[in-house]
């Protein structure tokens, strides 16, 4: 196995970490006001993503230090195809964060009401952006020799947009289940409702992503050439079965790790799809950017591969901030400032 393949495999594992992990609190934000309709609501809401969610986004530092690490190329392609959508999902990640931690540090109704109006409005545009970008790598930008021939327009197409509002939906679907496991009372049980009704659009939306990618994209090709990686998608629908028979039976906690398992193998079944591209090309496929072209030196991917198997594990320190932090919010208990 080439450093390129393994890089490109650590490439698509850490996107789907942090769309695991980022993924439950930007749909917790998505669902704030929906659930939450009171201030003491609100304050259990944001103490259940408040001690995780900026340790989650260096999974999103790390995925993009690996892009322009080991792939330059997709790198600068991406950015500039992108900007526009990269800056959308920017402003919304530092706006979200933001009022996090501000929402508590003021007084007074217009305070409040204006960081609570952002939380969800910047948690929507970053879901729908993210899918959004991934659905075009999916399906293809427009580039040949003669360079770049899409606008921001350009990436707003059909296929897309259904990949990002099925990102929504997963990510909805994945945070109401999170709030249902970290909340207790009428509020908890609210989100495993939410869960429950959302599944259905989830399932609606997963059933026309996995039917009509093969249409809008190449990704078929790699399962026709190897049927046996058909397994993946399968599990994918497997696991999505799964959160439903577990949210049914108000099993919160199976049904957000069968949520988890979700998202990891809806991402595994784009990588395998699009191996060994990065940047598949519309116009001209000899033009494609793959892990063989667009990678650095064999040199600087054994580096970082060595760099890699020594730095990432530490980012496991998350596991005892989800451990210290694993108990059960009350609705009554106020937040103390902080979150």
Partial sequence: MTFQIIWFILWGLLWALYFMLDGFDLGAGCLYLWLAKTDSERAAVRASIGPVWDGNEVWLLTAGGATFAAFPAMYASMFSFFYTALLLILFALILRGAALEFRAKGEGKRWARAWDGIIPVASLVAALFFGAAFGNIFRGLPFDAAGNHGTFLTLLNPYSLLTGLFFVVLF???????????????????????????????????????????????????????????????????????????????????????????????????????YPNLLPSRLDPARSLTIFNASSSPYTLRIMTIVALVFVPVIGYQLWVYRVFRGKIAVEERDSGVY
């Fill in 172 to 274: 909805l679907v994945h945070g109401a289940l999170w709030l249902a496991m970290k909340i207790g009372g009428d509020l908890g049980a609210k989100a495993l409702r939410t869960a429950n009704g959302l599944w259905f659009v989830l399932f609606a939306f997963a059933a026309a992503f996995f039917v009509l990618t093969p249409f809008s994209t190449d990704l078929g090709a790699n399962y026709l050439r190897y049927p046996a990686w058909l397994a993946v998608p399968v599990l994918a629908l497997l696991a999505l079965v799964e959160v439903k028979l577990h949210a049914a039976k108000k099993q919160a906690g199976r049904a957000f790790g069968a949520s988890c398992a979700l998202i990891v193998l809806v991402m595994a079944t784009g990588m395998v799809g699009l």
